[in-house]
């Protein structure tokens, strides 16, 4: 492979020149002749005078949060505002976002470019000029590395970057050391400055045995898009012998591999990630629908369906542009006439564009049963939080949950009393147990020992009251009161649902596996009632239960895929609210075309003869 064939690699190649003869020549390999022929200063001026174009801030703001892409899976997204009038229930996408912007702790977003004091050049300087800037910044310790990475963080031109390594070079006191490289590689990676990349790529692979993993992921990245991007894959294997490689890293090869047609390499490399149990990223998995899209190959298909299998395993929400590719591409298999709406899910779990019902929430015996052991077992007992309680207390609390019919509803009572911080807290806890109760609800109130002391904010005569409308539990001050939450539900049975704002998060991750972490999930999902308001008049207002799970299903002939919509932030734990809904239309051979309508189970008539 040829390096440095075309009149691109001019301007990198002599300022390298100079550096290289400079200060780097006693740690390199002997120079290529090729560089031999530019070492003098006027190459060098020549070399930067003002030829890279500078990005504008449009394509500044398209660069940068790039950094997105990286970011863990089902984790919280900064993605811009959503409308906050718009009431989400408790798991759904959004709600969480929406509460801690009530409590007042959404700071909102930092700004991607901060209040730099120093104004970055925006044109080319000379030595002179530059000598003046460090002269005005002499306090700054190492000037050089400290204003190039500035220039990488603002994105600034590369022309003026390049001036800055044509000034520390000339300055044969100043080695131009492995970071600036490194940074100015940055620079180059996220402008696409592929030729510059190229040549750098040269320069490093010449100055240095080895490279660290940051650096191989760059090359990776600005390689993968070019001619050379069979490199990339060299660049892998390097960094193999250093680290797994990242879901990025991979997703760069697999890129480079589809942009140039070779599919079979494509999977392998997908295969390969997953081989170290690497979650790909969303455009990976996007990139192969695109490339897909129109292509008649049974193969191929059943490889992508792996893909949404692989999303429904993992219980991995996508984001929006990606259903979109979803859509394009089973629209465009030939022959199958599937057709593609984005829509919500009704409350009774039916589809609003289908009418089909999605997959229950609701676990099987089995499934209940497998889950309430592993709770009893990791959390309860083998919970640390637990053990805050005395084994007293805990036998005290097995007893006495024993002793009780099954609960109905179990109540975590300081989570709900402190619900609306205006109104006195066993006032609020006294009125949702009263409402409750009237419905004829078995109940269990958890609750700690101080509540019963009689102060202002927890009335003797309230506390009373509550008693008398439910069992109660009250643990020592210090003890954790989720476990024993978790306990009597699960010893209730499978129709016991229980009341906190609390996300149990902690408890989740105390479980020892996915499935059992998924299967948790699914069942707080369908037990647990938060309260979306709480009046005036007192009434509380519960959010409802979802009857539906949220995850990839399909039938065969549909298919269901929650998404992200693309302006709304949502947690972790909670739930997209908006799907993809697939199904494969089917036609009347005779006369007429068959179509699945709205709000109805059955196969339709939408032309032709009438039902
Ligand atoms: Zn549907």
């Not at 500044?60 to 229930?89: C, D, F, T």
């Not at 702790?105 to 004091?117: H, L, M, N, R, V």
């Not at 149990?277 to 990976?284: G, K, Q, S």
């Not at 979109?324 to 022959?335: D, H, L, Y």
Request: charged share 25%; aromatic share 10%; hydrophobic share 35%.
């Amino acid at each position: 492979m040829t390096f440095f064939p075309h009149p691109y690699w001019q301007g990198l190649r002599v300022l390298w020149t100079h550096s290289w003869h400079c200060a780097l020549a006693p740690r390199c390999r002997p120079l290529p002749p090729l560089f031999s022929r530019f070492h003098c200063y006027k190459e060098v001026h020549r070399a930067f005078s003002p030829t890279t174009s500078s990005p504008d801030n449009s394509e500044r703001v398209s660069l940068l949060p790039s950094k997105a892409n990286s970011r863990k899976i089902g984790e919280g997204k900064g993605r811009g505002k959503h409308n906050p009038s718009v009431s989400h229930p408790l798991f759904s996408a959004g709600a969480a976002k929406n509460r801690s912007r009530k409590l007042g702790q959404d700071k909102g977003q930092a700004s991607i470019y901060p209040d730099d004091s120093v104004l970055l050049p925006t044109k080319p300087l000379n030595s002179e000029e530059w000598d003046n800037m460090k002269d005005k910044w002499k306090t700054r310790k190492n000037f050089e590395s400290w204003i190039m990475k500035k220039m990488v963080k603002n994105n600034s031109p590369l022309d003026v970057a390049k001036s800055l390594l044509a000034w520390v070079a000339k300055r044969n006191s100043s080695d131009l050391g492995y970071n600036l490289l490194i940074n100015y590689l940055t620079l180059c990676v996220y402008q696409k400055q592929t030729a510059e990349i190229i040549d750098l790529y040269k320069i490093l692979k010449a100055k240095y045995r080895c490279l660290e993993s940051g650096a191989y992921t760059l090359l990776i990245r600005g390689l993968s898009h070019s001619d050379h991007w069979r490199e990339s894959l060299l660049l892998l294997e390097k960094v193999k012998k250093i680290i797994t490689p990242s879901k990025t890293n991979y997703g760069d090869c697999i890129q480079g591999a589809l942009l140039h047609q070779e599919m079979d390499l494509a999977w392998d490399l997908y295969q390969e990630m997953l081989g170290y149990a690497l979650t790909p990223t969303w455009n990976t998995f996007q990139l192969f629908f695109d490339t897909a899209k129109g292509v008649n190959d049974d193969q191929l298909k059943n490889k992508l369906l792996d893909i949404l299998l692989y999303l429904r395993d993992h219980q991995m929400y996508p984001e929006e542009s990606f259903v979109q590719s979803v859509k394009a591409w089973f629209e465009s298999i030939p022959g199958e006439r599937w057709k593609g709406q984005f829509t919500t899910v009704q409350k009774s779990g039916q589809c609003s564009a289908c009418g089909k019902n999605l997959e229950s929430l609701h676990l099987s015996p089995e499934e209940y049963d497998f889950l309430k052991e592993k709770i009893m077992k990791d959390v309860i007992e083998g919970s640390d939080q637990f053990r805050k309680t005395s084994p007293e207390e805990l036998e005290k609390y097995k007893n006495f949950v024993k002793r009780h019919p099954p609960f109905d509803i179990v109540i975590d009572g300081l989570n709900v009393a402190n619900m609306k911080s205006k109104v006195r807290q066993s006032l609020t806890l006294l009125n949702m147990v009263t409402q409750l109760a009237q419905k004829n609800l078995r109940l269990l109130v958890l609750g700690r020992k101080h509540m019963l002391y009689g102060t202002a904010n927890w009335r003797k005569h309230e506390m009373e009251a509550v008693q008398k409308n439910a069992a109660c539990f009250f643990t020592e001050n210090t003890s954790e009161d989720d476990p024993f939450l978790l306990y009597a539900t699960l010893h209730s049975g499978n129709h016991c649902k229980f009341v906190t704002q609390d996300l149990l998060r902690d408890h989740k991750a105390c479980l020892p596996d996915a499935l059992t972490r998924r299967l948790f999930f699914r069942w707080q999902r369908g037990h647990q009632l938060g309260f979306s308001s709480y009046s005036a008049g007192n009434r509380i207002v519960f959010q409802p239960v979802l009857s539906y799970d949220t995850l990839v299903q399909t039938t065969g002939d549909s298919w269901h895929i929650p998404y992200d919509e693309n302006l709304v932030e949502r947690y972790s734990y909670e739930v997209p609210t908006k799907w993809l809904c697939l199904c494969r239309e089917h036609e009347d051979r005779r006369r007429g075309k068959w179509a699945l309508t709205k709000g109805q189970n059955k196969l339709k008539l939408v032309t032709g003869i009438e039902e």
